[in-house]
């Protein structure tokens, strides 16, 4: 977050002293909802960590989530280049529309990014799994048999994925790979590695052609 950015800000631009809010999913990069916000409503923001904005209707200031407990948790927030709109990152508790969808626009994912960005969502669960150790996780489970095990099971779903891309048909060509990126998730999760690392080295791989 840049304090300095959010110094900037032009609250009267168009006379209001409201600007408008994007908010952005900080995992899945899903547009949730645009609201508005006014200075106090932004301070409220920072120093709660709950987004809140201010209500044109009611002319108050309203948390998201504070009847419905369905809150955005803050995450950052960034700052356009004309210093006039907010691109708020957060952590969604809960749906973010009040009628019960994922977002304001629906809850089918509109773009590739959105849908690829489930592999985040598996991590946080494989992490959570470690985490909690629920009895019956098949997670909790190849876990506590180590790092080795670990490898072991990717080696054996990589093959897997050759045999059926040659012999079976597409739909067990993606079971079998589905297979092998969640044992790689957690291989990679032993050595306090994410999946983000391997797409960096995939960027700058691709950066480094002619």
Not at 13 to 38: C, E, F, H
Not at 53 to 63: A, E, I, P, V
Not at 148 to 170: S, Y
């Amino acid at each position: 977050m840049n304090s300095n950015a959010l110094t900037q800000l032009d609250w009267n631009k168009d006379g209001t002293g409201l600007l408008p809010a994007i908010v952005q999913d900080y995992q899945s990069g899903r547009v949730l909802m645009l609201a508005y916000m006014n200075q106090e409503a932004l301070a409220k923001t920072l120093s709660s960590q709950k987004v809140t904005f201010f209500s044109r209707s009611k002319q108050r200031l309203w948390t998201k989530g504070e009847t419905s407990g369905h809150f955005l948790k803050l995450v950052d927030i960034h700052v356009d280049c004309d210093n006039d709109t907010l691109l708020v990152t957060a952590d969604p508790v809960g749906p973010a529309c009040h009628t019960g969808t994922l977002t304001c626009f629906g809850d089918d994912a509109l773009t590739a990014a959105q849908q690829m960005s489930f592999l985040n969502k598996l991590e946080a669960v494989i992490a959570q799994r470690i985490s909690d150790t629920p009895e019956g996780s098949y997670t909790a489970r190849i876990w506590s048999q180590g790092k080795t095990r670990m490898a072991q099971k990717v080696g054996e779903e990589g093959v897997e994925v050759a045999l059926a891309a040659v012999t079976q048909e597409d739909d067990r060509l993606i079971s079998e790979s589905a297979d092998l990126l969640y044992h790689l998730t957690l291989l990679l999760k032993s050595r306090d590695l994410s999946l983000a690392a391997v797409v960096r080295e995939l960027e700058q791989r691709h950066a480094a052609k002619p």
